[in-house]
């Protein structure tokens, strides 16, 4: 079983609000990974937790804050967020972020920012 | 330092007939690579990739890529198209002589299949 699963699959939010996106693997694996996609364009890397602890963050905004409550679960909450903000999230994982693993992607969580 | 260039945006091939899907790296150790596709809508999938050992790679839906180390390429190929395999395809890199293990994505090539 190679499956990445992520919920909501669609969020339309407001500015002013605050929601979260989830992300699950039963895989074992250690690594996980949050990337930002817009249309046609290659997974922008934001966030990467290894063995649980958050090992990069490519100068992300505050507005997205991660969070890895166990190794098989992966959150990114957000909180006043930008129109330029709505993208696909993808959430993925490997078995460890040093090895020759293959990521896995989820199906992404489409998000629009009003 | 790792880079993948895609240099194709657009592939258009015909239904029945092979199809080849471009792609260069550099790294500055050896290179583990990487080709996904993506649906709309959809997150990428893993095709294949190539860590070490025989340079053809055989991979998912009849797709396979050529590792060729004098030209750092990786194209990904598939003898006959089908309509259905028309996506998004992303080559990636990692560089396993000290750079990030963090793949990098190319920009990716949009194939389309004509019926």
């Known amino acids: 079983d190679t499956e990445v699963t992520q919920t909501p699959k669609h969020l339309v939010m407001g500015m002013t609000n605050k929601k979260s996106l989830k992300c699950e693997q039963h895989?074992?694996?250690?690594?996980m990974y949050w990337y930002k996609q817009k249309a046609k364009k290659p997974p922008e890397l934001m966030f990467v937790?290894?063995?649980?602890?958050?090992?990069i963050n490519e100068s992300v905004p505050s507005r997205f804050s991660p969070e890895c409550p166990n190794s098989s679960l992966l959150n990114l909450h957000l909180h006043a967020l930008q129109p330029e903000d709505s993208a696909l999230y993808l959430c993925?994982?490997?078995?460890?972020?040093?090895?020759?693993?293959?990521?896995?992607f989820g199906p992404g969580t489409r998000l629009t920012v009003l | 330092a790792q880079s993948v260039a895609q240099p194709e945006d657009q592939v258009n091939v015909a239904e029945g007939n092979p199809l080849t899907v471009k792609c260069t790296y550099s790294?500055?150790?050896?290179?583990?690579l990487f080709w996904y596709v993506q649906y709309p809508n959809r997150g990428l999938q893993f095709l294949l990739k190539?860590?070490?050992?025989?340079?053809l790679v055989k991979g998912s839906y009849g797709f396979e890529a050529e590792f060729n180390k004098s030209q750092t390429s990786f194209h990904l190929k598939k003898p006959s198209a089908l309509v259905s395999d028309s996506a998004l395809y992303f080559c990636?890199?990692?560089?396993?002589?000290?750079?990030?293990?963090?793949?990098?994505f190319g920009r990716g090539t949009s194939l389309i299949v004509h019926p």
């Open positions: 993925a994982s490997s078995q460890d972020p040093a090895s020759t693993d293959t990521q896995y």
């Open positions: 895989m074992g694996h250690r690594a």
């Open positions: 937790y290894s063995y649980e602890k958050l090992s």
């Open positions: 790294v500055s150790g050896n290179p583990y």
């Open positions: 190539y860590i070490t050992g025989d340079n």
């Open positions: 990636a890199v990692r560089d396993m002589g000290g750079g990030s293990y963090i793949p990098t």
